[in-house]
């Protein structure tokens, strides 16, 4: 289609609002990009599946899409057999888990014709109840492996926390002793350096026999490990070392896990996007309360009570409009913001957003021919770079559309020769 004509018609605005309705990176990035296809095959496939998308939102709600992670870095690192982080693993299990939820929701309605083309790609998705219960299970959050992740990350854990225990209850033994009492800055036990720690106030520092970690920012308090518990230090760091060690192993075999799956889950992410957009056309034509066109093959459009979609619906006038049935020249007079131009612009985007498989807001029985093209020569094109005013930068458009357009294209022009004088105007048309 002609970029400018796209422009002119502001196509991309409704491009913007489809997005808008869409939950996924993939979906947005789809409806942002869409253009106007040019066979009728398409178009009534594209239209088709918005159709059904709409029905369903009727008879069974909104699909559970959500925002999804771009997963592809983790892709990438699964087909080179490498180990994922914990986040990376939870947004390729809620990838997913949103395609087990949406077999789920079409279920009851694969089996119907009505659906026939959207069940296409219900039919992609790929699901995994293992993969799905083994990740949940042992990652709670992108920072948290469950202790239940393995035996020996349980058994690590509780023998950290019985360690950690025991070294707490020393120090607070030392800190409310009355030997020491006098020494403390305050009866607090805190880490530094990985290290169990009491504060100690500076001027007693060689009365408490351990090792300093830290000095306080004033000087006045240092952060001592008492010698008592310098080996449960050590220890509970040796349990730390294997814990992390644990991790690592647990996170390296449930990558492994999914090695097989990089295809289908590359598969389902591409596919929930699809879905994502092509539902977002269901909710777009729902807000505006938009119908899907008939298309014919006898080169003739016919809009009933058309209605601009880019005007707010309780101010907007409803045109009906036919062009080509008994003539294929149509010429629109009347008085200044009489609602030409935008008849103009509501017949050319409508055959746009059609095009594109989105419904139009009309009535049912509206009628719509697949053109090869569609130009539009609408609004002030005066380009003072270019040196061109605005009566010859319409002559140069119309020129180039005549140059381009053929017996199949729908030509919208607003204002034949305007920016000029009446006779020149005249001269130019003949």
Known sequence: MNKMSLEKLEYDK?????????????????????????????????????????????RNSVPPISEIDDISFYIKALESSNTISAKALLAICNIIEMANELINYFTVFKDTEE???????????????????????????????????????????????????????????????????????????????NRYVIPVKQEYRSFVKGFVHDISQSGSTVFIEPIAVFDLNSELNNLRIEETAEIEKILKDLSSMLFPYTEEIKQDMETIGIIDFIFA?????????????????????????ARHPLIDEKKVVPTCISIGNDFNLLIITGPNTGGKTVCLKTIGLLELMACSGLNIPANEGSSIYI????????????????????????????????????????????????????????????
């Open 281 to 305: 056309k269901a909710k777009y034509s729902n807000s505006i309360n938009a119908i899907t066109p008939i298309i014919n093959d006898e080169k003739f459009v016919n809009l009933i009570n």
């Open 115 to 193: 659906y026939f083309v959207i069940n296409n790609y219900f039919l992609l998705l790929y699901s995994n109840h293992s993969i799905i219960d083994k990740i949940k299970k042992s990652i709670i959050d992108e920072n948290t492996i469950a202790d239940n992740a393995s035996n020996t990350l349980s058994n690590i854990r509780k023998k950290k926390h019985k360690l950690e225990q025991d070294i707490k209850s020393k120090l607070n033994n030392i800190l409310h002793s009355s030997t020491y009492s006098k020494y403390i800055q305050e009866n607090v036990v805190t880490l530094r350096n």
């Open 371 to 430: 053109f090869d093209n569609v130009f539009a020569d609408i609004g002030d094109d005066q380009s003072i770079s270019d040196s061109l005013s605005t009566f010859s930068s319409h002559m140069l458009n119309i020129s180039k559309i005549l140059d381009t357009a053929t017996s199949e294209s729908l030509v919208l022009v607003d204002e034949l020769g305007s920016g000029t004088d009446p006779i020149e105007r005249s001269q130019s048309c003949n």
């Open 14 to 58: 409704i491009l913007e609002k489809l997005s808008l309705f869409c939950n996924t990176y993939i979906g947005k990035n789809l409806a942002l990009q869409l253009l106007p296809l040019t066979t009728k095959d398409e178009v009534e496939h594209a239209l088709q599946e918005t159709l059904e998308a709409v029905s369903l939102i009727e």
